[in-house]
Structure formats: C-alpha cells, structure tokens
C-alpha cells in the first residue's frame, strides 16, 4: 500500500507542477534574506547557452584553442543560434598560481599574452567569456587552483579582466573538508561585490556525489546545492560530471538527468538545475545525442556544449542548433520538466510553456523501438483537438486526445501541444518503426534488441495507429532491405483505418548466409490517404543487429568478436584491467586472459547453439588497492537467451568466485557486472579466463 500512495502522489506532484504559475525560487536561508535589494540580479532569464574547454580539450586549454572556437561559433552559426558564453574551465592557472602580491596568474606557456587580450578577442566576436575557480583553497599537489581566502581578491581579479561568468568547482573544497553552503554565498557576495561592479553570473559547481565519490554527509553533495543555491546563483550542478574529458555515455546522461529531476520546484527565470554539459560525438550516436537535447532542453538547463565544435558533423551541428527545441528550452516561463506517471523503460515528460501549451517528451530508455502514448489530459490540456508539433521534423499534425509515437530505442520523441482551431488538420497518424518480433522461431523478448545471423530468418512488424479524429485510407506499408536478403509482406492491409484504431502489417525477412556482420538498417515506408490531403507518407528505420559468426572448438571467448560491449567507466578492455594499464589480477593471481570491465556492463556474444560449456573466475581487479578502500564490489551473472544461468551474487575486493556454466541451447550470451548497490565507486571487475568449448 505504501508503494502505491508513494506512486500516486508522485502522479498528483508532477501534475500540479505542470500547471502550477511559475514562482520564484525559496530564500536561501538567512544570507539570502540578508541580501541588499537588487543582490540576485536577472543575469540570464532563460538558459545561458555556450561552449566548455573541459570534455573536449580536456585539462591545458590554450589561447590558440580558444581563440579558434570562438570563430567557429561565428562561422558555424552557433553563436546566432544563443550559443554565447565562451567558459575557460580549469587548469588555465600557472603551475603556481598566484604571485608573490597574492594575485592569480594563467600559465604563460598556455596563455602567453595573459587573459584580458583574449576576453577581448571574445567580446569582439559578439560573444561572453566565462572563467573557472574553485571554493577550495589551492592544495600544492592535491588540487591546483582555489580562491579560499582570496574570494574578493579574485572576484575583483575576473572582473577586471572582463569575464562575464565564473563556474566555482568544489574540488579543493572537499578536499579541505568545508561547507559548501558557507563557502558559496561568501563567493557570491565577493562577485556581486566586485571592486568593477561587473554583473558575471555565477555558475555553482560541486559535483561530490556519494557513493560515487565516497561516503560524503548530504550536506557536502551536489544533491543538496538546490536548497540554498537558488538564492546565489544563476546555476547549479545538481549531480557528479556527465562523464570524462573526451566521453560522455548515454547512461550517464540518464543518471545526470534523473538526479536533475528532484527539484524541479527550485527552477525559474534566472536560476536553474545545471545536469552538467552536452556531448555530442563523444560517446553517443546521433539518436542518443538528440535524446540528450531534448531532455536538456525540456529541463530549462543550461546548454553548454562539451565536444570541441570545429571537429563536429552536420547532424551534430544541426540538432544543437534546431530552433524549435531551442525556444522550448528558452521559453520565459522558466518552467522544468516533471515526469508524468511512473519511472522506467519508456516514460513521459511535460514542460509547461509561457503561452499555456505543453512540451511533451516521451523517452525509450530501452535497447529496441516502442511506441509511446500519452494523453492531453494527462499531461494538463482539456479540450476535443489537439495540434502536435513533432519538434524535431516540423510536422503538425491534429489528435482527438491521445498523443503517441514511434521512438527508437535510446529515443526521444517531443512535441509541442496546444488546442487546435480552425478547420480540421492532417491526422495524427504513428507509423511505427519496424520491430523484430521473431527470429529463427523464437520469439524476441520486449525490450531486447533483436540479433540475427546469416542463413536466418526473421518476422518484422510495422505497426500505424490513427490518433486523430477521421479516418485515413488504404494504409500501406514497404519494407526495405540490404541488397541480397529477401522480403515477404504476410496478411493484407486493411482499407480503413479509423480513428483510435492501429494495424500491425508483418514481414517475412530472410538473411543470405553470408550477410555482413554489423548493424543493419531495416526502412519502412507508410502511407495513407487523407481526405482533402491526398496520400501522405512517412519513412521510419530501425536496426537489427547480425551476429559475427559463432565460435567454433575449444576457444577463450575474450578473443572472439562480441556483438557489442559496454563498460560504466571507459571500455571493456581484453586481458587486461579496465584502463589497459595492467593484467588482470586477482587476490595478487594475473590470468593471461579475460576482460576487464567497470559497471554496470553487459558484453554480449553470438554462439549461434554451438557451445556447451563456459569456464570463468569472477572478481573485482587488484587495482582498486592502489585506488582507495571505498567501494570495489560487484554482481556477476551469465545470461542465456534472457535466462539467468549463473549469478555470483554481491562479491568484494576480497572475494574470488570460479564458474562453470552450461550453455546448451544458448544462441545469444550477456556477460553482465552490477553495481553491487553502491553506485560504480571502484567497481574494476574482471572475467578472467572465459574458456568456452564449442
């Protein structure tokens, strides 16, 4: 019982959220309330949007770096587009950072004509510059850069050199073990109090998470910045980094996003929850990248892209600089998304506009192609018709109520909903992406994505749903695929399709034996009639997995091709630890092979029924002794065609498990590592040996 109120006021909480007026954020205790008049100025009403020297170039920025990205930002359109701020993240200090007088001073190696010149250069470009510190104070081999006990001397420092915003990190600060909620409105009074009188907005940046970092109180955690931060500043991390210099992970962007969603309550015009930057191209594929731009921007965060811009694609570019996406996130209510009904694989998001119409996400956190549904009256809008706007295609559609679509797996689908007037409009109709139901005759388990293998066959449904309030006609469907398989539709199309009606229309695909491993796109092709329309279409694709071929003998399967492979922190690595820097050792014992991975991750490989029997010894890598004696522990299971057949349970540093696993019958192998329940923090863990008969 208690789960369900928990469920249900949580569905009442996120309704009246979005449609609650926008209020301003809370005082932050008695320093907030002390605050002169006109203290907390209107830096940046909407999201403040730019580029981070950090994800991309990592820890020794230069001028030269700088001064290029800058032109691209003009060159590119960004800049037009709101991306303005141009933020010099940390490690721009020299080795000793302040002078005898006490002053900062940049590396000349990095900076040689020292930093005005170049905020210059940035201004000139129609651009702001940001600039980075630390509440901490500098500890000489510890952490490099701190402003503790310089507060107004540096504030003073970054106002004379023109910067337009400061991000103050938190490293040195737990480091020196202090209160963030001190040492941040101290470093906000010193920037509203500058000696220049400069408005810079502040962006406050304590990334401690536990147990991601440790165990550390809540007070010192990013976590808990959203009870006093809105009364500082005009941002704030609400979560650990979104992943490291030159990787930013799908999942991550997940974890970022859902911790940012605690307090939506705290956000408005001037002040927002910051889940950290955008990542196009390092680490996401352009469907997860887009996802990653639709949920920042329906969460009112700050668009800071992460990449180095001048090496991005067209698509990349493209999908930062949508229009339509951008002015949800702009929007001058200020409002952040809240999630209506319950978390898990596929979910709904609605933002509320200043004009009263909603934004509506609907997420697939999942590995295959769902479709979404949700109502208007779910999401706040009463009425009979409805206008969708699929933000991302432009195309406007008309719905009775219900509002659906075909999302990808790591998809995202967004559209902006109002009432609908005048005459009648198209209908709103979902042609699904094509879903691998059935492989070989056996059927595909919802949420899996699909795998195939030369020489076999596989059943491919379309699904079109009419949402709108006429009917259309004569709904078809085409399948393509590669040169060389063949297709067969199965059934007949219906001639009608009514309104809150759907049809699935099904396909027979079959694979030449030696169709070429890798992903493979599978294109359908959907049109209808619409009265006074004609006939209209739609394209969507989705991709099936073929399989490298099975192994074949006595093999060590670390050597062989998997189908795919995640690791939580860089990549799986074949014997070696995770990282690559040392063999995988256990309880001081090396092994020549196996995998190093951290969680969560799940290896998977193609045995295609040829194997029988599977050796491994499990465990978590020595490394972890050379990190710290926090975390270090890890679940262990061997997964068979989604039958668990072998689970080691929670396992330590100081834990060793040897197994032998049957795996008869099995056509597809998960090798998959939890957390253990503690969150990743120095989970390096090994599959050692991996010796398969076959």
Not at 201 to 224: A, I, M, R
Request: proline letters at 7%; a negative charge; glycine letters at 10%.
């Amino acid at each position: 019982m208690k789960r369900h109120l928990t469920v249900l006021l949580a569905l009442l909480t996120g309704l009246l959220v979005a449609q609650a007026p926008v209020q301003a954020a809370p005082p932050a205790g008695d320093e907030a309330a002390a605050a002169p008049a006109g203290a907390r100025q209107m830096l940046s009403p909407t999201p403040y949007m730019g580029w981070n020297t950090y994800y991309a170039l990592g820890g020794d920025p230069t001028e030269a770096e700088i001064r290029s990205t800058a032109d691209f930002l003009v060159s590119s359109g960004l800049r037009d587009a709101g991306y303005k701020y141009v933020w010099i993240d940390g490690n721009w200090a020299a080795p000793t950072p302040r002078s005898s007088a006490g002053d900062l001073v940049p590396n000349p190696e990095q900076f040689p004509n020292g930093l005005k010149p170049l905020v210059d250069y940035i201004h000139a470009k129609g651009l702001k510059a940001g600039i980075y510190t630390d509440a901490g104070p500098y500890i000489p081999g510890k952490c490099g850069l701190g402003s503790h006990g310089h507060y107004q001397r540096d504030a003073d420092r970054f106002a004379a050199w023109e910067f337009d915003a400061v991000k103050v990190d938190y490293l040195c600060g737990i480091a020196a073990d202090l209160d963030p909620k001190t040492v941040y409105t101290e470093f906000a009074k010193a920037l509203r109090n500058n000696s220049s009188r400069r408005p810079m907005l502040f962006n406050l940046c304590n990334p401690v998470t536990s147990p991601d970092w440790g165990d550390y109180p809540e007070e010192q955690q990013s976590t808990h910045s959203w009870s006093y931060a809105p009364g500082i500043a005009q941002s704030w991390r609400t979560y650990t980094d979104v992943g490291f210099v030159g990787e930013i992970k799908f999942k991550d962007v997940l974890r970022n996003y859902d911790a940012n969603a605690r307090h939506p309550e705290v956000a408005g015009p001037g002040h927002f929850n910051d889940p950290d930057y955008l990542g196009p191209e390092l680490g996401m594929n352009d469907e997860e990248f887009r996802t990653q731009m639709s949920l920042w921007s329906v969460a009112a965060a700050p668009l800071v892209i992460g990449s180095d811009i001048r090496e991005l694609s067209e698509t990349s570019l493209g999908i930062l600089q949508d229009r339509d996406v951008l002015a949800i996130n702009q929007d001058t209510a200020g409002v952040q998304a809240v999630r209506v009904g319950p978390a898990g694989t596929t979910e709904t998001w609605v933002k509320r506009l200043a004009n009263g119409d909603r934004a509506v996400l609907l997420l697939n956190r999942g590995d295959s192609p769902a479709t979404l549904t949700t109502s208007a009256r779910s999401v706040g809008l009463s009425g009979k018709r409805f206008a969708l706007e699929d933000v991302w295609t432009d195309r406007v559609t008309e719905s009775a109520g219900t509002i659906s679509a075909a999302v990808p797996a790591h998809g995202a689908a967004l559209f902006r909903v109002g009432r609908a007037t005048g005459k009648p409009g198209v209908p709103h109709v979902v042609a699904g992406l094509p879903q691998v139901t059935d492989v070989g005759g056996d059927a595909v388990p919802a949420g899996v994505a699909p795998v195939a293998a030369g020489g076999d066959s596989a059943q491919v449904e379309v699904t079109v749903r009419n949402d709108g309030a006429r009917p259309v006609f004569a709904p078809r469907v085409e399948l393509s695929v590669p040169d060389g398989w063949t297709v067969r539709p199965v059934g007949r199309a219906p001639k009608l399709l009514t309104p809150r009606r759907s049809v699935a229309l099904a396909f027979d695909v079959a694979l030449p034996a030696d169709a070429a491993p890798g992903s493979t796109a599978l294109t359908a092709t959907t049109s209808y009639a619409v009265t006074g329309k004609g006939r209209l279409e739609q394209e969507t694709a989705a991709a099936l997995v073929v399989a490298p071929v099975a192994p074949d003998g006595d093999v060590v399967l670390s050597h062989h091709d998997w189908i795919s492979a995640t690791s939580g922190w860089m990549s799986p690595t074949v014997d070696r630890s995770v990282g690559g820097w040392t063999p995988i050792s256990m309880l001081g014992q090396e092994y020549a092979t196996g995998l190093g991975v951290a969680s969560p991750s799940t290896v998977r490989y193609y045995l295609g029924d040829r194997c029988t029997r599977l050796t491994t010894t499990v465990g978590i890598d020595d490394a972890v002794r050379d990190v710290g004696p926090d975390g270090g522990t890890s679940t262990f299971q061997v997964i068979g065609d989604g039958r668990v057949l072998y689970d080691s349970g929670v396992l330590g540093r100081d834990n060793v498990r040897e197994a032998e696993v049957d795996l008869s019958g099995v056509r597809v192998l998960d090798l998959v590592v939890g957390d253990g329940g503690d969150g990743g923090y120095n989970d390096r863990a090994n599959w050692a040996g991996l010796d398969a008969t076959c």
